[in-house]
């Protein structure tokens, strides 16, 4: 029986209402696209910016089993109370998969605990994304590797923690290396970080990139189990022995 999913896709979607290059290629917005490329049973529902409370009440969220995140140009303004919501939820099981510059939104640098800083260039450069953990979930179906023609060049040193599983590696055509495909564990819940995916490239068109996104949703969908218990156990699972 396939698993029922339900995904929100967070797009801060500023650049496709500004920018005539981003809108020409993705007229419904990232979102849309994104949205395109799953294969889940269960709700997908967007969320934006603009949005009251940024599309991510309570409800939302807590009938948000994956929550996909695509932002760049407006992190500053994501409301610090939405992102501790998003940080709890994480914490209590959902997952979270973290688009390209992603990077420097406020939760998942909060998730982090680091600057999560980065080098960028914008060149038009062929992009090598080396898959590095050929049995990791994410990497289901894929090939060696995937290479796009044109991306937005991230280079290492990426300032971020060590990954639990570093699953994709990319290389780029100016010579830079970047860890790519980054896996999280976060209280009960999951993190992935994927790289590619600059607002004026064709990127979440191509299908391996979409397989890679939607083996991620089912990667960190929550597992079913008991919520752990926390804070003053008085009461002790064994009778302790009086030592008086």
């Avoid at 973290?98 to 999560?116: A, Q």
Wanted: glycine letters at 8%; aromatic letters at 10%.
């Amino acid at each position: 029986m396939t698993q029922k999913i339900n995904v929100t896709i967070w797009n801060e979607y500023r650049h496709e209402k500004t920018n005539k290059a981003v809108s020409d290629v993705y007229p419904q917005g990232m979102h849309a696209a994104i949205a395109e490329g799953l294969n889940v049973q269960g709700e997908i529902r967007f969320a934006t910016l603009d949005d009251p409370e940024h599309g991510l009440s309570e409800d939302v969220l807590n009938n948000t089993d994956v929550l996909i995140w695509w932002g760049h140009m407006a992190h500053h303004e994501v409301d610090d109370a939405i992102v501790e919501r998003v940080h709890n939820r994480v914490l209590h099981g959902m997952g979270l998969i973290v688009l390209h510059s992603g990077h420097f939104s406020k939760i998942f640098r909060k998730l982090m605990g680091t600057s999560c800083d980065l080098k960028w260039r914008e060149a038009d450069e062929k992009e090598r994304i080396w898959i590095v953990n050929p049995a990791h979930p994410i990497a289901a179906g894929l090939g060696e590797y995937i290479e796009l023609p044109a991306e937005e060049m991230y280079g290492e040193h990426f300032d971020i923690p060590q990954p639990d599983d570093l699953v994709m590696v990319s290389w780029f055509e100016g010579g830079e290396v970047f860890r790519s495909g980054c896996c999280y564990n976060r209280g009960a819940g999951k993190v992935f970080y994927f790289r590619p995916g600059h607002e004026t490239y064709p990127t979440y068109f191509n299908p391996e990139v979409r397989k890679v996104i939607d083996n991620a949703v089912k990667w960190a969908a929550p597992v079913e189990r008991e919520y752990p218990k926390y804070g003053h156990a008085k009461t002790p699972l064994e009778p302790i022995k009086d030592k008086h």
